[in-house]
């Protein structure tokens, strides 16, 4: 939990806050809400990387804690619907030690757009080493690197972010992806190495097509 909220807490890029949802137009009708059938599988996650094996999966209902500004805050994204979904290998080692996938759905295209450019703003202006905290005291050393990914659904964007801390290092790397009105976040956190791009960017690919 401790490294969880810390993690959170360490989510970095620029912008304002989201503007609060618009209402749905007249006469439109509602999308059905986002469910475990719209997240990627454990069988898409082992496709990716088969050392996962028997990858332990959680389905969850929480937000989306997305970036805010190149400092050590995040901003909680509910959007119209949502879902997240979380894997692990049952042996933590040294590659894939977490995936996470979060869905938002929003009453317009424009919002979504919106929440995705604030990935591409972390690459473009919050590059950089931060020193932090871990929220419990311990020092933490971010290296915030830009990534660029290929175009993936109607848009996309990415950061990466590298977490040093009591002599331990994880990278994420992070990809949000836009189908729409729906955009999904994929968060591949990688033990002593950087996530390789072309199974970030798989995974991708593979979220945007449950999403058409």
């Known amino acids: 939990m401790r490294r969880t909220l810390a993690r959170t807490l360490a989510v970095v890029v620029s912008v304002g806050a989201l503007v609060a949802p618009s209402p749905v137009a007249a006469g439109a009708a509602p999308e059905d809400p986002l469910t475990r059938t719209h997240l990627l599988t454990s069988d898409d996650y082992v496709s990716v990387y088969p050392d996962m094996r028997d990858p332990?999966?959680?389905?969850?209902?929480?937000?989306?804690?997305?970036?805010?500004?190149?400092?050590?805050?995040?901003?909680?994204v509910r959007g119209s619907s949502r879902i997240q979904g979380s894997v692990s290998p049952g042996v933590?080692?040294?590659?894939?030690?977490?995936?996470?996938?979060?869905?938002?759905?929003?009453?317009?295209?424009?919002?979504?757009?919106a929440l995705v450019r604030r990935y591409r703003l972390f690459s473009k202006e919050c590059v950089?080493?931060?020193r932090?905290?871990?929220?419990?005291?311990?020092?933490?050393?971010?290296?915030?690197?830009?990534?660029?990914?290929?175009?993936?659904?109607?848009?996309?964007?990415?950061?990466?972010?590298?977490?040093?801390?009591?002599?331990?290092?994880?990278?994420?790397?992070?990809?949000?992806?836009?189908?729409?009105?729906?955009?999904?976040?994929l968060d591949v956190d990688f033990t002593d190495d950087r996530p390789p791009k072309a199974g970030v960017v798989t995974l991708g690919e593979l979220a945007a097509d449950r999403l058409r």
């Open 92 to 113: 933590r080692r040294r590659s894939v030690a977490l995936i996470d996938q979060n869905l938002v759905r929003f009453d317009s295209r424009r919002e979504a757009r």
């Open 132 to 185: 932090t905290d871990d929220g419990e005291g311990g020092r933490v050393l971010l290296k915030n690197r830009a990534w660029f990914p290929p175009r993936v659904g109607d848009q996309s964007a990415g950061m990466l972010v590298g977490w040093f801390s009591g002599g331990s290092v994880d990278w994420r790397r992070v990809l949000a992806v836009r189908v729409g009105r729906t955009v999904s976040v």
């Open 56 to 76: 332990s999966r959680s389905v969850l209902r929480s937000p989306l804690f997305a970036p805010r500004a190149c400092d050590d805050r995040a901003v909680v």
């Open 128 to 130: 950089g080493d931060v």
